[in-house]
């Protein structure tokens, strides 16, 4: 079929740096075992933002233009041979494609997988475009019915959910444990909201941002809050690993924990926060690493040696989807909507990433999630 002939959609293109272009894009048919999604909620997260700002996150960088978001949600609207779902279903979409076929695939651990594909990286070539677009083809082994009361706002927590419900498992976060998080973004107070849902009998969050700490309390997200002291950066790797032991040994004095917390979650993928999050945790606890940041860290192993800390990494998720659609479905993330601080229609996305960079709106609220969305 000539693509003149086919229905035109918008797409939020970038292009390069802060250089994002609304196109108009012909609607092709889904292909064998895919459908058709009208996206009605993508959130924007701190990768997006990265290729908004810089035009590359990390190691990837922009080799063509590329359509940006991968926590969504929408319609089924068509659907090729082979789908097992219908027009006018809600699901949750999601971004990683897999191969299938290869032995992290095969064991469960797809998010490892050496041929995944996901929307909206630049890691692999041709790019896989992703979510801030009205309609989008997709595999439908990766598309997640929606629970009845799990609206599209919801459902695309899912995504960000999902990273944290694949941490936990790996630290193997269960009922009476203490949880300790760095970083209160997005993440952060998903992290703490989990960690609640999952009978943590104490979670603490610490942040060098007192708005985002005020938030996170009154919300009951942590039960209590610790705001890092700005400090001068050390002039030597032995100044510095001491003085941020000497930090995180105030808070814990402050939180009343002096042999620190069962699981760490670090969540801001900064230097000292890394180098804080070993001290934090109680001999034989465990610090996942769940922010990226810093590509290098210099770390106190001996430390961690010796108490028997383990640092775990997390990549993405797999298997996830369904327990974290049927978490936000069930009232147990109690006030986990406010996260959404900002609703933006798919034709000012531009302004939506300028406002995710500043941190504040125009009224001088805080942003912490928008939704990019028509309503």
């Known amino acids: 079929m000539s693509p003149a002939a086919l229905p035109l959609q918008r797409a939020a293109v970038l292009?390069?740096?802060?250089?994002?272009?609304?196109?108009?894009?012909?609607?092709?048919?889904p292909q064998p075992n895919c459908a058709q999604v009208a996206v009605k909620s993508t959130g924007l997260c701190g990768s997006d933002l990265h290729y908004y700002l810089e035009g590359r996150n990390g190691d990837f960088a922009l080799q063509a233009p590329l359509v940006l978001g991968h926590e969504a949600a929408g319609v089924v609207t068509a659907v090729g041979p082979g789908s097992n779902l219908v027009p006018g279903q809600r699901v949750a979409i999601e971004a990683g494609i897999m191969c299938n076929d290869c032995n992290y695939c095969n064991s469960g651990r797809y998010n490892l997988c050496k041929g995944l594909r996901f929307c909206s990286s630049a890691k692999t070539f041709p790019h896989l475009d992703g979510t801030l677009q009205d309609r989008m083809n997709h595999p439908v082994h990766v598309l997640h019915p929606l629970p009845d009361s799990c609206s599209f706002d919801q459902a695309a927590l899912a995504e960000p959910l999902s990273v944290l419900i694949h941490a936990s498992r790996r630290t193997s976060l269960s009922s009476g444990q203490s949880v300790l998080v760095f970083g209160v973004g997005a993440i952060g107070i998903l992290a703490c909201a989990l960690a609640k849902s999952l009978g943590a009998t104490r979670v603490v969050a610490i942040d060098i941002n007192e708005d985002r700490l005020a938030f996170a309390k009154s919300n009951g997200f942590a039960s209590q809050t610790y705001?890092?002291?700005?400090?001068?950066?050390?002039?030597?790797?032995?100044?510095?690993?001491?003085?941020?032991?000497?930090?995180?040994?105030?808070?814990?004095a402050e939180f009343a924990?002096?042999?620190?917390?069962?699981?760490?979650?670090?969540?801001?993928?900064?230097?000292?926060?890394?180098?804080?999050?070993?001290?934090?945790?109680?001999?034989?606890?465990?610090?996942m690493l769940v922010g990226m940041g810093s590509r290098n860290v210099m770390l106190p192993l001996s430390a961690a040696a010796l108490r028997e800390v383990d640092i775990q990494g997390s990549f993405r998720y797999a298997n996830t989807y369904p327990e974290a659609l049927s978490l936000l479905a069930s009232g147990k993330l109690k006030n986990i909507e406010k996260l959404i601080t900002h609703r933006i229609p798919l034709n000012d996305t531009a302004r939506a990433f300028e406002l995710l960079a500043r941190g504040k709106d125009e009224?001088?609220?805080?942003?912490i999630k928008i939704i990019v969305g028509d309503s």
């Open 227 to 252: 705001c890092l002291p700005r400090v001068e950066r050390a002039k030597t790797s032995e100044e510095q690993l001491r003085k941020t032991k000497d930090t995180i040994q105030a808070a814990l």
């Open 257 to 287: 924990q002096e042999d620190g917390f069962d699981v760490v979650f670090e969540c801001t993928g900064a230097e000292p926060c890394i180098q804080m999050s070993i001290h934090a945790a109680v001999t034989g606890g465990k610090v």
């Open 15 to 29: 292009f390069g740096p802060r250089d994002l272009r609304i196109e108009e894009r012909p609607v092709w048919p």
């Open 363 to 367: 009224d001088g609220n805080m942003v």
